[in-house]
């Protein structure tokens, strides 16, 4: 299974840091189109998205959610106004690890 992200260049360089390759999208749209494209992939199982993109595509992504076996979670996006965020921790919990 193969994870991926999307969302702001810096949101996808801290996660390609990590070994997690990723799209950088900073508009909506665009980021929906990857996250499709993605989702068709059956080697995809995990799709991570900064969640300052997905606030004004959010009835969108819930409708491919209920579509496709890929996970798709937003996260916040780096800068975000929520307190201090560990991606690594956060991830181990989507994985269950």
């Known amino acids: ?3 991926f992200t999307v969302g702001s260049k810096s949101f996808v360089t801290s996660f390609q840091l ?3 390759p990723g799209k950088i999208s900073e508009n909506p749209k665009n980021a ?3 996250i499709k494209t993605l989702t068709d992939d059956s080697d995809v ?5 900064s969640d300052d993109i997905t606030e004004s595509i959010n009835d969108e992504l819930t409708a491919l959610r209920s579509k496709k076996s890929t996970l798709v979670f937003a996260l916040p ?3 975000s106004e929520k307190t201090e965020i560990n991606y690594r921790v956060m991830l181990k919990k989507i994985l269950g690890v």
């Open 18 to 20: 990590a070994g997690i």
């Open 45 to 49: 199982g995990l799709i991570l998205v």
């Open 32 to 34: 929906l189109e990857e």
């Open 1 to 3: 299974m193969k994870i």
């Open 77 to 79: 996006a780096a800068g």
